[in-house]
């Protein structure tokens, strides 16, 4: 909960036409401060001079121990100000000012909080937090312990905020927040860990405000978004929080993907909650293990996206109220959906409706998770990604993503025009390779090789979505592999290079790999 800032003044006390006011320059204050009290003494709407006002100031809350005791005297237009220092160990909690003359009084307060400000001109307050500043690169310099109901709160845009390694740990009050963010944009907050508030990290209308390679724990949510937006959640370990690792509320058209990172998103009550007409979110690559009640929770929420994710071991692996419609599972054949470790169905088939000849690592059988919601292509093995990148000739680079199921990647050494990796399997156990081309950067020359010995039997199958080639691989471990996927570059008039750049500008490369099935 964010105070009203006191200079919202309570309403002022009067008696017999005497009217006085009382207010501090700011609603919080650090140990060490200087609190400044003003207000303002009348009799029947006319200024008072040379009246004394007694200014005492009680509290924390509840103790009605004395503070500090003053006096000021009215000035020509019935204004009076005093103002004295808080002692560095000084109590945190609510303070209670009160200012009495000619038989009337009014009171405001003020907090005492350890709470630390991004402030909206960049500064870091308090001033001595232990935060250094680098233009929009704030770097914490230690770890934070924080006593007050908020750890940081951000009010600047466009800043990142890294951790540098260093853990925020909480009390668990009611209404705490590790991070706080209220209405402000393209925030970074990365590469910290997060720790015992109610909410980890709590955003409120933030568009374009990223969390990523932060671990989030033993909060009530991981994360909590209230009418987020534009946001990515990347590369996360959020465990053993006590509701939802993360909470989408009211909010839209956020990644919550490694995009080639996972998320790892274990032992929490639920892993992610959707909910209060969220939409357009896409849920991609991530692993979710062992919580305790669900995998993914939808409620009314609509037209969002689920897929490329690993499912392990949820009481619960996906639940969708009636009141929710048109999100999906899967990102169609032969991307496919997602795995789940409770998927009962065998891989004998091929193709959108698998009913072709040969497997593809595709179960044959839809994952049900209600009526109106299946993944129409569930995998048999999970995700293990793995980023690279791929460099043409040209000098251009790709990104690519290996993943893998059932091995290991053991080494990615790529030439100029050729992806070269090894995998490592169980001997004698099958296994599958799923490799995505663009279309534009390779057309009739493409083939894989295992061993130096090109793959033909069985030849590889290629699928074309349009935009993409698809090329599924049945191999079989003996030894240690070593996978090689020749690519050519087109040569490109200059004229069109930039159009052609554009149109290959995302390669995908995933290894999908199974155990071969016992003979009955």
């Not at 964010?2 to 204050?29: K, N």
């Not at 907050?189 to 109610?198: K, L, V």
């Amino acid at each position: 909960m964010i105070l009203i800032p006191a200079f919202i003044l309570l309403t002022p006390a009067h008696a017999g036409g005497w009217q006085i006011t009382v207010q501090t320059d700011r609603s919080y204050y650090h140990a060490g401060d200087i609190v400044y009290i003003s207000g303002r003494l009348t009799y029947s709407n006319g200024p008072r001079q040379s009246v004394e006002v007694a200014i005492s100031v009680t509290g924390p809350s509840g103790s009605g121990d004395q503070y500090y005791y003053g006096s000021s005297t009215t000035n020509t237009d019935g204004k009076y100000a005093a103002n004295f220092r808080l002692e560095s160990n000084a109590e945190l909690g609510t303070y209670v000012v009160h200012a009495n003359a000619e038989g009337v009084q009014s009171q405001t307060t003020f907090q005492i909080n350890d709470t630390i400000y991004i402030k909206s001109d960049g500064d870091v307050e308090p001033a001595n937090a232990p935060i250094s500043r680098n233009g929009d690169l704030y770097n914490l310099t230690s770890s934070i312990p924080a006593n007050s109901t908020n750890g940081i709160i951000i009010e600047r845009n466009d800043i990142i905020l890294n951790g540098m390694g260093f853990t925020l740990n909480g009390k668990g009050l009611v209404n705490s927040n590790g991070i706080y963010l209220a209405r402000v944009s393209n925030i970074t907050i990365e590469n910290m860990s997060i720790e015992s508030f109610q909410n980890g990290v709590n955003q409120y209308y933030c568009p374009g405000c990223h969390i990523v390679d932060t671990n989030l724990f033993s909060n009530g949510n991981g994360i909590y978004y209230q009418q987020a937006s534009s946001s990515r959640i990347e590369g996360n370990n959020i465990t053993k929080n006590g509701y939802a690792g993360i909470l989408l509320d009211g909010s839209y058209d956020n990644s919550i993907s490694g995009n080639s990172l996972a998320n790892t998103i274990s032992s929490n009550f639920g892993a992610i909650s959707i909910r209060g007409s969220s939409y357009n979110n896409n849920i991609v690559n991530n692993n979710f293990a062992n919580n305790t009640l669900y995998g993914v929770y939808i409620e009314a929420s609509y037209s969002n996206s689920i897929f490329h994710n690993n499912f392990f071991n949820n009481t619960r692996q996906g639940f969708v109220t009636p009141d929710s419609s048109g999100n999906v599972w899967d990102s169609g054949y032969p991307s496919g959906g997602n795995y789940w470790s409770d998927y009962k169905g065998i891989d004998a088939k091929s193709g959108p409706h698998q009913d072709q000849p040969g497997s593809d690592g595709i179960g044959d059988a839809p994952y049900t998770i209600n009526a109106n919601n299946k993944d129409r292509y569930p995998f048999m093995s999970a995700w293990v990604p793995t980023l690279t990148t791929f460099t043409a000739t040209n000098g251009t680079e790709y990104p690519v993503t290996i993943t893998t199921a059932n091995a290991t990647i053991t080494q990615i050494n790529s030439t100029p025009n050729n992806l070269n990796f090894t995998v490592t399997g169980t001997p004698n156990t099958n296994g599958s390779l799923l490799i995505i081309v663009p279309k534009g950067l390779n057309t009739t020359a493409l083939k894989v090789t295992v061993n130096g010995t090109a793959l033909t039997n069985p030849a590889p199958t290629i699928i074309d979505n349009g935009t993409h080639y698809f090329i599924y691989c049945a191999i079989t471990f003996h030894s240690t592999l070593q996978i090689l996927v020749p690519f050519v570059v087109p040569m490109i008039p200059m004229g069109t290079l930039t159009a052609t750049v554009s149109m290959i500008s995302v390669l995908g490369v995933y290894i999908k790999l199974r155990r071969k099935k016992t003979p009955s």
